[in-house]
């Protein structure tokens, strides 16, 4: 895919999508780092209905420690993994207490010090949180990568590198969360929306599906 058609597929993908930004819920940055960390193999809506109840009660590293573990599970029981979870927002929290005045440290090495980043979550972060021009790719960006044809891999990392490479400047903040959108609602998995895609004419994707509903129901 050559670089004039890239930008083509941003900037349409910027109109579609005029403030893209993540759809878990957080008022600070502490929050989202917990949502982010809570969100690995789960929705952000399960998230979000845990979340919401959670940062009620403790929303900080210090209301986070005193919860403690088994309140804490008991707020996140209906996400995947909870337990792990649970033990290491706690760890997580420990570590931003002593290390680094219970703030949420902006850079990737000590992000990823923490339990429970790993470079998807680090990327989130100095992303959404610091403005930093990161990608981190999830199952939606390693799909639409391959797909389109913007960014073509084996591996997650792979194609980190080459989105990273190949962004064009002016999109590279926003890059993640107008693909992470335009994955989740309309170049599905199963059935991409290719009759509601802004970009359908411009996709390298061979097999286009045109049988899907239309973007909208007539009134009636």
């Not at 999830?138 to 997650?156: E, P, Q, S, Y």
Request: aromatic residues 6%.
């Amino acid at each position: 895919m050559n670089a004039e058609k890239r930008l083509e597929i941003f900037k349409r993908l910027k109109a579609s999508i005029p403030n893209p930004s993540t759809e878990l819920h957080y008022r600070s940055t502490f929050e989202l780092l917990i949502a982010v960390m809570l969100s690995a193999q789960a929705t952000d809506k399960s998230v979000n209905l845990a979340t919401d109840k959670l940062f009620a009660v403790a929303n900080t590293p210090e209301t986070m420690l005193k919860l403690g573990l088994l309140p804490l599970e008991a707020h996140i029981k209906t996400i995947g993994l909870y337990h792990a979870k649970a033990k290491n927002i706690l760890a997580t929290c420990q570590i931003l207490i002593q290390q680094h005045q219970s703030l949420v440290p902006a850079s990737r090495a000590a992000l990823e010090a923490l339990p429970g980043v790993g470079r998807k979550t680090a990327n989130v972060m100095l992303n959404t949180a610091f403005g930093q021009p990161t990608i981190a790719v999830d199952t939606h960006l390693f799909r639409l990568g391959n797909r389109i044809k913007l960014a073509t891999g084996k591996n997650v990392l792979e194609v980190e590198k080459k989105y990273l490479k190949t962004i064009p400047a002016t999109f590279m903040h926003d890059a993640h969360h107008l693909l992470i959108l335009h994955g989740r609602y309309v170049c599905t998995a199963r059935k991409p929306k290719c009759t509601q895609c802004c970009i359908a004419d411009l996709c390298e994707y061979q097999a286009k599906e045109y049988h899907t509903e239309p973007p909208y129901r007539e009134a009636r």
